[in-house]
């Protein structure tokens, strides 16, 4: 096992009914800016329950934070914090609305222009406002992690930033806020979690027994109420688990002490702030070209994920990982996720203009050897067309 520190200060308050808490989770006194998305949490309900929750405090409200959050709308909500006074953020949505939050409490005391938080990946934050979330959307683990992803709009530039001083203070993750998701989210959701698993899991052995069972489980849940979700919407348990499964995933557990290769996400983001697909439809076009063109590398635990994760057993090692792969794929087809660039209309110009992208971006030796170049990257996107 690899030498590791962890740690996660970011309380979680799971269940049904849990918004009320927030009467005890932020300070009495707090100036609270509430940032949310576009019309979800007003229409669901969620933000009023949010608003009655925090009584007589004093409240402003930030609307607005899309999909993919952009620098430029969440340097409004920073003017919003430095002109009111905000001592507290609580974020109401999904992975866009907690990364663009911590953003924000990261911009809100930065000197100099904060989309050097971004380029330095955050290794720059020295301080950052204290905040809060309460998740609508079970997918990225923001809800109990340290990063963040934000995209300046105007240079097309999509780039991830990590900071102990951004974990949440706390997180209410009440599933029956999911309700309201359409099958669209929901797949993603799937989909983001379940690479953000395969990423921290499918590198090289090191012997992390326990996080190679951990990965295992949560692949396996994955494969178990993703389709449960959809075929029953209504089905809270179903519900509870992928939310559990989804934050689970990503806030760091899984990952200590074993390698980790996050290229299927740098790629991700370049086809995401090029072509404006979904993060996770992105990571579906790539992550199945990636382990057949990585399959030398993650061999060993390519055979160990078709045997412990899809049961097969029987051919020869390539026959076995050829034959993983394509479940993998199925699986993502199977939640209404497309994964070849071609059904999203994208062709060979795409793969040139991603792989300038990486280039700029400094995405030129990926991978958990650091061994993935440009000319690896290429292999795989046109592996993916
Ligand atoms: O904007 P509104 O109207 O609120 O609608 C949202 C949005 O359009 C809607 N939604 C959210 N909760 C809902 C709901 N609709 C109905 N009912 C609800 N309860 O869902 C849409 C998508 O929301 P978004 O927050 O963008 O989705 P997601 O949670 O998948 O977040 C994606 C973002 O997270 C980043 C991605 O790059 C992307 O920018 N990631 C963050 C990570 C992290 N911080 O660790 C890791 C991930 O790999 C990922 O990169
Ligand atoms: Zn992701």
Do not use: C
Request: net charge negative; glycine share 8%.
């Amino acid at each position: 096992m690899l030498n590791f520190e962890f740690y996660n200060p970011t309380k979680i308050v799971f269940g049904r009914d849990t918004i009320a808490k927030l009467d005890h989770l932020v300070p009495p006194t707090a100036r609270v800016l509430i940032l949310f998305g576009g019309a979800s949490a007003k229409k669901t309900g969620t933000l009023d329950e949010v608003k009655a929750a925090l009584g007589k405090r004093e409240i402003h409200e930030f609307a607005g934070i899309e999909p993919n959050p952009s620098y430029e709308t969440l340097m409004q909500a920073v003017e919003q914090v430095r002109s009111k006074n905000i001592d507290f953020l609580l974020a109401v949505g999904g992975g866009s609305v907690i990364d663009g939050t911590k953003f924000v409490a990261a911009a809100a005391n930065f000197e100099g222009e904060a989309w050097d938080i971004a380029v330095k990946r955050g290794a720059n934050i020295t301080s950052a406002l204290p905040f809060g979330s309460v998740l609508t959307l079970p997918a990225t683990g923001s809800e109990m992690n340290n990063g963040g992803v934000v995209t300046r709009k105007s240079i097309q530039a999509k780039l991830a930033f990590h900071s102990p001083l951004v974990f949440p203070q706390f997180s209410i993750l009440d599933p029956s806020k999911t309700f309201t998701l359409p099958t669209r989210q929901i797949a993603n959701g799937v989909v983001d979690a379940f690479v953000h698993t395969v990423e921290q899991y499918l590198t090289y052995p090191v012997q992390g027994m326990v996080q190679d069972r951990f990965a295992e489980g949560l692949l396996l849940s994955l494969i178990e109420t993703g389709p449960r979700v959809l075929a029953e919407p209504n089905d809270y348990d179903a519900r509870a688990n992928l939310m559990w499964v989804a934050t689970l995933a990503l806030n760091g557990l899984i990952g200590a002490g074993v390698p980790q290769d996050w290229a299927t996400h740098m790629l991700g983001h370049e086809l995401t702030a090029q072509y404006d697909i979904d993060h996770a439809r992105t990571l579906a076009i790539v992550l199945p070209s990636l382990l057949s063109v990585r399959r030398e590398s993650k061999r060993a635990k390519l055979l160990q994920y078709a045997e412990r994760v899809w049961q097969i057993t029987e051919g020869s090692e390539d026959a076995r990982i050829d034959l993983a792969i394509e479940r993998t794929r199925d699986f993502f087809e199977s939640m209404g996720i497309k994964t070849r660039l071609s059904d999203y209309e994208l062709g060979q110009p795409a793969v040139e203009t991603v792989l300038v992208q990486l280039e700029q971006h400094g995405m030129t030796r990926l991978g958990e050897h650091q061994d993935h170049t440009l000319a690896v990257s290429r292999k795989i996107l046109e592996a993916a067309l």
